[in-house]
């Protein structure tokens, strides 16, 4: 009786009285729960399966609420707001997720097809916040939710950038060509650091009221981006340096994990592009240094460390994703409006890869129809929502962080579920296939 009503207790008692180690039990139990469940019983791609879990249990407890019974989605509610899902994303997650996913990617792919990964990320995801921005800005006003414009290109630049985490967790299974999946994965380890400047330099604009010049603007981006990419060169040679020197598979695997989280918070400290410095460095250690500073042994455990690192991340990130489907609250025109964000998101994806792979088809090399696969493959996921989730409060947040759930649940379980079988269409077209 004792531990039945201890148990009571613990899951009856507000957040605030829960210590970080017993939020963090909480969240990895339902995670592990959740897996189990999917694998046991569904079958779906662990990261989708777990958030069409979770997204049924915040409508349930939603459902539930609208009965009074409300003690369950209060509990659910005022635990989110205790897990800063900003914060365990960006300086928590992200660094290790980027670093796992850029250590399996091929630096001779990654530079056969430079010019369509340079386009998409760069010039791409400028052009995509642009054509969002605007479309949104004429759009909300017929549904009764103006916007300003610089929310409007806030917007743009957050959920423009193709999610690395969701693309790479989910096209390893789809089964498209080598080349468009290399575009694909390269595009999406890049531009969302990209994203990430942009939306820094408008978020600063809106807070202080102020517009930056030209040159500030160029300055930024050069130092948090440029400087980024070079920090992360940098601690990658260093890192190479210290595995080539010692063969001991323990001590190597604490190095990379010591150089991700360390690297990482010394990039942000330093006003630093900590997601590029991560990419650099996840490609420097997964090519050069798995090839020449590592032996079989020290390899073999790396490579399982972080796959293992990059499973279970993947799944507690997706499943607060569709926990946190509680915190919205739409209406009729939201929903509208939000279907219609998917459409404008949509067709803004498509613009930006027509015009790429139209402009440079001869030099690109890919499979005649590559489009439909870099179209439909440009997932959103957890990286956009963090972004919203750091928007001032009030009214034009709440419309984004609607806008940016309706778009990333879409993205993650639509066209997650379904790139398999567009990559097939291109796959199965030998005729047209490139070597």
Known sequence: MTILNSLENFFMAPTSSLTILEISAIFLSITALLTYVNHRFIGLPTTIGVMVISILLSIGAIFLGFLGFDQLIDYEVS??????????????????????GALHVNISDLKRYKLPIGILACVGTIVSAMLIATALYFMLPLLGFGLPFLWCLLFGALISPTDPIAVMGI???AGAPKSIETVIAGESLFNDGIGVVIFVLLLGILSSGDIPTANYVAHTLAVEAGGG????????????YMLKSIDSYQEEVLLTLAGVIGGYALASHWHLSGPLAMVMMGLMVGNRGRALAMSDKTRHYIDLFWELIDEILNAILFVLIGLEVVMIAYSGNLFIAAGLTIVIALVARFIVVGMTTKTFHRQLDLPTGAWKVLTWGGLRGGISV????????????????????????????????????????IRTDKSTAKP
Do not use: H, N, W
């Not at 635990?79 to 796992?100: C, H, I, K, P, R």
């Not at 990419?229 to 190479?240: D, E, K, Q, R, W």
């Not at 419309?399 to 649940?409: G, H, K």
């Open 171 to 173: 096209l390893s299974s």
């Open 386 to 425: 963090a972004l919203v989730l750091q928007l001032p409060l009030g009214t034009e947040r709440d419309i984004l962080l609607a806008l940016t759930y309706a778009v990333v649940i879409f993205s993650i379980l639509v066209q997650g579920l379904s790139i398999g079988k567009v990559a097939k269409s």
């Open 229 to 240: 990419i070079i920090f992360g060169l940098v601690l990658g040679a260093i890192l190479y």
């Open 79 to 100: 635990l989110l707001e205790q897990l800063d899902f900003t914060e365990v994303l960006l300086d928590g997650m992200l660094s290790m997720l980027l670093f796992a």
